[in-house]
């Protein structure tokens, strides 16, 4: 059993950064794929980034997200840079025992019970 934990969100200015982590207490977390989603009021939750032996962005983050990894420190990390108030939402880690990253929350049988993330203007 793979419990996350996300970590990290709090209110920042426009144009602020963010570190988010998300801890996992599950046992070989370095054959997860892992990912990042959001979702803000009244919209879907969407895919924002995954890393398996790669990366993947959704095209709205790249260049401003980065994901990345500690498998010593079994956590994912998203660093969040040039934040805009459309940003604001609530952001979840999943994860799941796949070989590539998808962009489907179906695909994820793992979630974490979010961080709030808030970009004010």
């Known amino acids: 059993q793979v419990q996350l934990v996300e970590s990290g969100g709090r209110l920042v200015q426009t144009g602020g950064s963010l570190r988010l982590s998300c801890a996992s207490s599950?046992?070989?977390?370095?054959?997860?794929?892992m990912a990042w989603f959001r979702q803000a009021p009244g919209k879907e939750r969407e895919f924002l980034s995954g890393?398996?032996?790669?990366?993947r962005y959704a095209e709205s983050v790249k260049g401003r997200f980065t994901i990345s990894r500690d498998n010593a420190k079994n956590t994912v990390y998203l660093q969040m840079n040039s934040l805009k108030p459309e940003d604001t939402a609530v952001y979840y880690c999943?994860?799941?025992?796949?070989?590539?990253?998808?962009?489907?929350?179906?695909?994820?049988?793992?979630w974490g019970q979010g961080t709030q993330v808030t970009v004010s203007s």
């Open positions: 890393i398996s032996s790669n990366t």
């Open positions: 999943a994860a799941d025992r796949t070989i590539f990253v998808r962009t489907t929350q179906s695909a994820y049988g793992y």
């Open positions: 599950g046992r070989s977390f370095s054959s997860y794929v």
